[in-house]
């Protein structure tokens, strides 16, 4: 079992160096999935959700990996490839305050729109009342990821240690909903 593993792991490697982008985007697309259909289990589905395990998928695939090659390829650029802690802080900070809001009031209209089929109007005031909560809450975890990200991970690694805590966070969250909304009957 281990040498299949090491050699899965060297496929994905090498995959990841011929074609990082296109790497990224299927990994963040699988992890997406993997969270998505985790988190229906967790909250009682008794079948998947097939619609919305693809369109959570498309938006890994579609936004999450591209953006995250993208925004950490621009960080090392102006940054020069420092990994001192000032430098770190600076990284993390800038995403903090660029990349998360943005990320999380795209998610927030995207599936409300597309996954939930939900009108504009519905969806514009569950933002409204949803997205501080959200943003406040993403900026207590993510830092520290984002900082363990920038000091520990090489570039390569990067989205794929994002996509997995995000997977990661995804199925926690959606047991903390779970536990909340038992608790409440």
């Known amino acids: ?24 985007m299927i990994t963040a697309g699988v992890l997406a999935g993997i969270s998505d259909s985790a988190a229906q289990k967790l909250s009682g589905f008794s079948k998947i959700d097939l619609r919305r395990l693809l369109l959570k998928m498309l938006f890994g695939f579609a936004y999450g990996g591209p953006c995250g090659h993208f925004v950490h390829k621009v960080l090392d650029s102006i940054f020069r490839g420092k990994r001192d802690k000032k430098t770190v802080a600076k990284k993390v900070l800038i995403e903090q305050l660029t990349l ?59 989205v794929i240690f994002h996509s997995f805590v995000a997977c990661c966070w995804g199925i926690f969250l959606n047991l903390r909903a779970r536990t909340v909304t038992l608790k409440n009957k």
């Open 100 to 158: 998360s809001p943005c990320t999380h009031l795209l998610f927030l209209f995207y599936y409300g729109l597309v996954a939930e089929r939900r009108p504009w109007s519905e969806v514009k005031m569950r933002v409204r009342k949803q997205y501080p909560s959200v943003q406040v809450t993403a900026w207590m975890f993510w830092p520290i990821i984002g900082w363990i990200n920038h000091l520990y991970m090489p570039l390569q690694l990067r």
């Open 1 to 24: 079992m281990g040498e299949i593993v090491k050699k899965g792991w060297s496929q994905y490697m090498l995959q990841l160096r011929l074609h990082p982008l296109r790497t990224k």
